[in-house]
């Protein structure tokens, strides 16, 4: 079964870091680019970041552009994604997310349950 | 990069069919045929009902039917359905090389 896991969501402080992991299984990870998506609750649907499948190209949303790090280690099956400098704006659930198709830039076929991160003091 | 523009919410009555539209620009909808669409319900990720502005995944329904003209794609949900209550997001790449979601349209049965 092709499965995609989210975890290290939590609460933070603002101006503090967390680290998310999505760990990937049921498909040859290293054979796609890999995306972050976010949703605040209640809000809609926004993307955050992704990263070509050797890790040559990554790209980020304004919002998080100089504060946000992807990454991915392709032989753990896994995705990351380091949040620092944490502002109440970034208060999401957050979902990785894969594609149908090897090249597509949108079509994400698989994602995961969804990690909420939830920053306040 | 703004949110695509879709209607806040579409309604209709069983059996009937609905459009739902996603309003963007040249350097997103109208720059690429690479539209996507998500269903998603209350609490459940999303799930993918159209890419490439009109295949759909194996396994989604033929009631779900996607175009585009110009800097606007559209969702067509035809043969409406009490299981088809939920919200609906398009999905655009940009030239900036990120991607931009719409606003997102709840449908209601009535």
């Known amino acids: 079964e092709v499965q995609l896991v989210e975890s290290g969501g939590g609460l933070v402080q603002p101006g503090r870091s967390l680290r998310l992991s999505c760990a990937a299984s049921?498909?040859?990870?290293?054979?796609?680019?890999m995306h972050w998506v976010r949703q605040a609750p209640g809000k809609g649907l926004e993307w955050v970041s992704a990263?070509?499948?050797?890790?040559?190209?990554?790209d980020y949303a304004d919002s998080v552009k100089g504060r946000f790090t992807i990454s991915r280690d392709n032989a753990k099956n896994s995705l990351y994604l380091q949040m620092n400098s944490l502002r109440a704006e970034d208060s999401a659930f957050y979902y990785c997310?894969?594609?149908?198709?090897?090249?597509?830039?949108?079509?994400?076929?698989?994602w995961g349950q969804g990690t909420l991160v939830t920053v306040s003091s | 990069q703004s949110a695509l523009t879709q209607p806040a919410s579409v309604s209709g009555s069983p059996g009937q069919s609905i459009t739902i539209s996603c309003t963007g620009s040249?350097?997103?909808?109208?720059?690429?045929?690479?539209v996507s669409w998500f269903q998603q319900y209350p609490g459940k990720a999303p799930k993918l009902l159209i890419y490439?502005?009109?295949n759909r995944p194996s396994g989604v329904s033929n009631r779900f039917s996607g175009s585009k003209s110009g800097n606007t794609a559209s969702l067509t949900i035809s043969g409406l359905q009490t299981e088809d209550e939920a919200d609906y997001y398009c999905c655009s790449p940009t030239t900036t090389n990120t991607r931009v979601f719409g606003t997102g349209t709840k449908v209601t049965v009535l």
């Open positions: 040249s350097s997103d909808v109208g720059g690429y045929n690479h």
């Open positions: 049921g498909f040859t990870f290293d054979g796609f680019a």
């Open positions: 490439e502005v009109h």
């Open positions: 997310a894969k594609p149908l198709i090897w090249n597509s830039p949108n079509a994400f076929d698989i």
């Open positions: 990263i070509t499948w050797n890790s040559g190209r990554m």
